[in-house]
């Protein structure tokens, strides 16, 4: 979902007018950052339900308690990247609705 929102924040974007613009141009580059981030988040994700498979396969020197340490790290990660983005959403709508 949130990757299919970049791609439109990132249309919208260059719809606008946003060469003349320092704040349009700087929507494009957090466009660009959330992007990047939500794709590392992503690889992260994977990784962290390839843990989880080995967990359940009884595969040894896993424990639960690490793999519950991280998955609380990684929805700190995931809650920080939606507070993040529901700002920048903000951002991108107010700069359209001027133009």
């Known amino acids: ?4 929102e970049t791609k439109f924040f990132a249309d919208l ?3 606008k007018e946003t060469k003349e613009s ?4 700087m ?4 466009d660009k950052i959330h ?3 939500f794709d ?3 690889d992260d994700i994977m990784g962290h339900e390839r843990l989880l498979s080995r967990l359940m396969q009884g595969e040894k020197g896993l424990s639960d308690g690490e793999y519950r340490e991280k998955h609380r790290k990684l929805g700190d990660r995931i809650e920080l990247f939606t507070t993040d983005f529901r700002e920048f959403k903000k951002m991108v709508f ?4 001027k133009f």
């Open 40 to 42: 590392y988040l992503a």
């Open 22 to 25: 320092e704040y349009g141009e």
């Open 1 to 4: 979902f949130w990757k299919d």
């Open 35 to 37: 992007e990047n981030l």
């Open 27 to 30: 929507l494009k580059n957090l």
């Open 13 to 15: 974007l260059r719809r």
């Open 94 to 97: 107010g700069y359209a609705k």
